[in-house]
């Protein structure tokens, strides 16, 4: 059975720092999502991660994936209030369905 | 936007009185999903369908059933409803390419059991 963890599951930042969300899962498994969640509203894609290696970039999130490791990571550079959200990682299990960690709630304060 | 809608997105309902939650895609995608959000445990899968009338279970399926008797539209039904199942219910979809297995998602419905 594929588990998916993420951690921090709480993660409160000041601005202008950079720091790391971690996904770690427990199966084989070379396609990998984060998603992004705000406050009351529904998930929305960031980045597809389908092979080892793989490294997705947008503004201040960088996204990657070693799937030797069974590992993704989401790097946050230079946090600013507007990325204050909770993140989730999924990971395919055979091809089905997505299997989602708990997601990390990231609080960035001045 | 990936054309999905859930109906209702807002419900009350009593313990023990059966629900119905509805799931209308105009994507043409094959597979649709299930899943219920709650604090600490993050999106658990509920039931999956890959195909009209082909569905399976996921890690939460208890006390839950679905259908699909369309290409475009994913009932979920709570037997009897309890407490526990409370949620946020969001539907997803995902056309499942060769490569790619991202899923879009609803906009939620909200279920309280009272």
């Known amino acids: 059975e594929l588990k998916v963890e993420q951690n921090p599951l709480f993660l409160s930042m000041q601005e202008g720092k950079n720091y790391t969300i971690y996904c770690n899962y427990s199966?084989?498994?070379?396609?990998l999502y984060w998603y992004r969640q705000d406050p009351g509203k529904s998930l929305e894609s960031l980045f597809v991660?389908?092979?080892?290696?793989a490294v997705k970039q947008e503004g201040r999130l960088m996204a990657s994936l070693d799937t030797k490791a069974r590992l993704s990571t989401l790097h946050i550079t230079a946090a600013v209030h507007d990325l204050s959200a909770t993140y989730f990682c999924?990971?395919?299990?055979?091809?089905?369905?997505?299997?989602f960690g708990k997601g990390t709630t990231l609080s960035v304060s001045s | 936007d990936a054309g999905i809608t859930q109906s209702p997105r807002h419900k009350v309902t009593e313990t023990g009185t059966p629900v119905t939650l509805r799931c209308h895609q105009t994507?043409?995608?094959?597979?649709m999903y299930w899943y219920r959000q709650d604090p600490g445990h993050g999106l658990r899968l509920i039931h999956y369908?890959?195909?009209?009338?082909?569905?399976d279970k996921g890690e939460v399926s208890d006390g839950y059933s679905v259908s699909r008797s369309k290409t475009e539209d994913f009932l979920l039904t709570l037997e009897s409803a309890t407490s526990s199942q409370t949620s946020v219910y969001f539907c997803?979809?995902?056309?499942?390419?060769?490569?790619?297995?991202?899923?879009?998602f609803g906009q939620g419905t909200r279920l309280t059991v009272v």
């Open positions: 997803a979809i995902s056309s499942v390419a060769v490569t790619n297995t991202e899923a879009f």
């Open positions: 199966t084989t498994s070379d396609r």
């Open positions: 991660l389908l092979s080892n290696g």
């Open positions: 999924a990971v395919d299990q055979a091809g089905t369905a997505l299997i």
């Open positions: 994507e043409n995608h094959r597979y």
């Open positions: 369908s890959y195909g009209v009338k082909d569905t």
